[in-house]
């Protein structure tokens, strides 16, 4: 009798233990899966300002040296601020002033 009830304690104490170690896994499997998601984020948005970059050096290569400064400046002002929009904005700047230019 009392071996059954040292293995039904055991066996308990086992699944408790083993719960307990999903339950303590568990938020650290999300702050690591929620990391890896940042970071991919931030690998993505990285590559994206890289070829908007690409593309206005591109654009303005041709310009004069203040009108590139001016668009150089709103780049740095637009990524300061973050917007996705402004990659749509850059290029219709650089056209207008590479349309200027002409």
């Known amino acids: 009798y009392l071996i059954s009830v040292v293995a039904s304690v055991a066996h308990l104490t ?3 233990l083993a719960l307990g170690a999903r339950l303590l896994l ?3 499997l999300l702050h690591l899966l929620m990391l890896l998601v940042m970071v ?3 690998t993505f948005r990285f590559v994206e300002l890289l070829l908007v970059v690409r593309v206005l050096t591109d654009r303005v290569a041709t310009l004069a ?7 150089l400046l709103l780049l740095l002002l637009e990524v300061q601020l973050g917007k996705c929009t402004g990659k749509v904005q850059f290029v219709a700047i650089a056209n207008g002033l590479l349309a200027r230019g002409q």
């Open 26 to 28: 568990m938020p650290l």
């Open 40 to 42: 991919l984020g931030w």
């Open 65 to 71: 040296a203040e009108e590139t400064t001016a668009v």
């Open 14 to 16: 086992y699944h408790l």
